[in-house]
């Protein structure tokens, strides 16, 4: 069976930087793609980046140019490096193996001063 950990949430101040970090464990050695998701209280989860097997990566528009998704295939993890980041980025991230219809647990990022 194939489980998702998050790690790295945090507080941070407006401006600041955060890396998530999702350890991917039971794939028996697979490469699937990953991807980061955002939810905030009342609203669906939402997809900021995505990363394929060769390492395509795509994001939502509104994490362009300050999210930088990457894979580690030898430590079977997936980051998510956060900069310059906005209070409008705060909320809970769970990482997703669509392939495996997986989850993580979240973790939550909050940005305030």
């Known amino acids: 069976q194939v489980h998702l950990v998050e790690s790295g949430g945090d507080w941070v101040q407006p401006g600041g930087s955060l890396t998530l970090s999702c350890k991917i464990s039971?794939?028996?050695?697979?490469?699937?793609?990953m991807a980061w998701y955002r939810q905030t209280p009342g609203n669906q989860r939402e997809r900021v980046a995505h990363i394929t097997a060769l390492g395509a990566k795509t994001y939502d528009d509104s994490v362009k140019g300050r999210f930088t998704i990457s894979r580690d295939d030898a430590d079977y993890t997936t980051y998510l490096q956060m900069t310059n980041l906005k209070p409008e980025d705060s909320g809970d991230y769970y990482c997703?193996?669509?392939?495996?219809?997986?989850w993580g647990q979240g973790t939550r990022v909050t940005v305030s001063s």
């Open positions: 997703t193996a669509p392939f495996y219809q997986t």
């Open positions: 039971g794939a028996n050695g697979g490469r699937p793609s």
